[in-house]
């Protein structure tokens, strides 16, 4: 397979890998490992369940962390080639060195969508990771404000797994689906509330005071994060968004765009730690 990234220039598998194993995008070694599948099923909502159980060194203190993405990479159904895909990782466990993935149905026709009707047990296939993704910010001691769609549930979940004893926060899911609330299980301190309409209107109406933590539509978190930058004033820092997925485009296009934004730097020898992933 080939990238090719916006500027018309190529961009090899090879090309694309040194740019998610070097020192500036990973910070830690990439584990290019395989996963079987041991079971897939309806979960609460729009949501498939994959449970499989990872092959190769796996080293548990990475899989141990919150709201880890990894990437997949499924076999072409049909003819069609394979596509790789990024997903979180809902649960680890490390006794079976088993993992949960939830795939959301999203209504039209995709490579994943194929595969998930396609896949059975014992199947295998490549996984690349873990790469940490942000988490909210408990070291201010202040509540955090969570907003989510539902691409970003499984990420929820994960954090809601580690969160801290005494930290308070106020979440904010759009789902259609009650049980998809009733599933996260809350922890202690944190108030979740469903909502059917846009995020960045709960963002407006919710709670001053707070670090933020937000994940869903592209266009919809740089609106959410430029409402917490510049209307309200908080430090980088305290602002954490992220892009799971881009209206009228598809995952394949994101991701080209953002490895040949890399590369670029990485020919460069410019750091990463600046960019923000929502400017790509």
């Known amino acids: 397979m080939t990238i090719r990234p916006t500027g018309g220039e190529e961009m090899t598998e090879e090309r694309a890998r040194a740019v998610l194993e070097s020192e500036g995008h990973a910070t830690r070694e990439i584990q290019a490992l395989t996963l079987r599948i041991l079971s897939v099923g309806d979960a609460a909502g729009p949501f498939v ?67 998930i009707e396609a896949v059975r047990p014992g199947d295998v296939v490549p996984i690349v990771g873990p790469r940490p993704h942000f988490v909210p910010d408990h070291d201010s001691g202040r509540p955090a404000l969570l907003l989510a769609d539902e691409s970003a549930v499984a990420a929820l979940y994960s954090l809601f797994r580690h969160w801290p004893d005494g930290a308070r926060g106020v979440a904010y899911v759009r789902t259609d689906d009650p049980a998809v609330i009733a599933e996260l299980e809350a922890p202690e301190g944190v108030v979740v509330n469903r909502v059917d309409g846009p995020l960045l209107d709960a963002a407006r109406e919710a709670p ?41 485009s598809d995952s394949t296009a994101v991701d080209q765009r953002r490895l040949a934004h890399f590369s670029v730097l990485m020919e460069r020898g410019e750091s990463f730690a600046e960019v923000d992933d929502l400017d790509i």
Not at 211 to 227: C, K, P, Q, S, V
């Open 49 to 115: 369940r994959i449970r499989g159980r990872l092959s190769g060194t796996v080293v548990h203190a990475d899989w141990a962390l919150p709201n880890l993405a990894v990437r997949l990479t499924v076999p072409g159904v049909d003819g069609a080639a394979p596509a790789s895909r990024i997903y979180t990782v809902r649960s680890f466990d490390p006794g079976t060195e088993t993992i949960e993935i939830d795939v959301l149905r999203h209504g039209h026709d995709s490579p994943m969508m194929r595969w």
């Open 208 to 248: 001053s005071g707070t670090t933020l933590w937000a994940a869903g539509e592209r266009a919809e978190m740089r609106a959410i994060r430029d409402l917490f930058r510049h209307e309200r004033g908080l430090p980088r820092g305290d602002v954490r968004p992220y892009g799971y997925w881009q209206a009228d």
